[in-house]
T-cell receptor, first 114, second 116 residues
Framework: DGGITQSPKYLFRKEGQNVTLSCEQN?????MYWYRQDPGQGLRLIYY???????QKGDIAEGYSVSREKKESFPLTVTSAQKNPTAFYLC?????????????FGPGTRLTVL | AQSVTQLGSHVSVSEGALVLLRCNYS??????LFWYVQYPNQGLQLLLK??????LVKGINGFEAEFKKSETSFHLTKPSAHMSDAAEYFC??????????????FGQGTILTVHP
């Protein structure tokens, strides 16, 4: 079955450590997205990528980094520069070609900084 | 720039009652609009989308939404609530062009509670 996988589901990190969240899709989608979700704030876009080897900052990119070396993979690194990283992180993908194409979401990773 | 406002962060209904979740949007061009549902600790699932065809859109699980251009609204309804409808619902609008083509702007979300 096609879909989006995120790993791990739960992640704990000590302050000052970098951590990388995995996102893989086998839908053959061109575009991929990373969102951060906090209670009462909806989803906020961190980074997105329309094609391989290209990505753009979203609304809250500070303290995060990404890479897009393969079409199916879009890992997110939460760096020690991110001041409040505890949140639920969602990855999504979209088939390019029309802005009516919906985004498909992974199951999410809950990051907790201890 | 586009934006979405969901009126009411929490909505509570009785089982069997009408569900109405409100969404208003702002867009400088004809929008594409989406409703997603999220169950606790899970990702988002698409309920329905408006893509400039019929203004009344039917989705999964008995939900539907009506696009009203004059009111800039896209409210989500279901005639009879079920306990399994309890979740958080997000309205979103799609961006139009440039490098942000296809990017979604989300509302703050509405938590739906269904009482027996």
């Amino acid at each position: 079955d096609g879909g989006i996988t995120q790993s791990p589901k739960y992640l704990f990190r000590k302050e000052g450590q970098n951590v990388t969240l995995s996102c893989e899709q086998n839908l053959n989608h061109d575009a991929m997205y990373w969102y951060r979700q906090d209670p009462g704030q909806g989803l906020r876009l961190i980074y997105y990528s329309q094609i391989v080897n290209d990505f753009q900052k979203g609304d809250i990119a500070e303290g995060y980094s990404v890479s897009r070396e393969k079409k199916e993979s879009f890992p997110l690194t939460v760096t020690s520069a991110q001041k409040n990283p505890t949140a639920f992180y969602l990855c999504a993908s979209r088939l390019a070609g029309g802005r009516s194409n919906e985004q498909f979401f992974g199951p999410g990773t809950r990051l907790t900084v201890l | 720039a586009q934006s979405v406002t969901q009126l009411g962060s929490h909505v509570s209904v009785s089982e069997g009652a009408l569900v109405l979740l409100r969404c208003n949007y702002s867009s400088s061009v004809p929008p594409y609009l989406f409703w997603y549902v999220q169950y606790p600790n899970q990702g988002l699932q698409l309920l329905l989308k408006y893509t400039s065809a019929a203004t009344l859109v039917k989705g999964i699980n008995g939900f539907e939404a009506e696009f009203k251009k004059s009111e800039t609204s896209f409210h989500l309804t279901k005639p009879s609530a079920h306990m399994s409808d309890a979740a958080e619902y997000f309205c979103a609008v799609s961006s139009t062009g440039g490098t942000s083509y296809g990017k979604l702007t989300f509302g703050q979300g509405t938590i739906l509670t269904v009482h027996p």
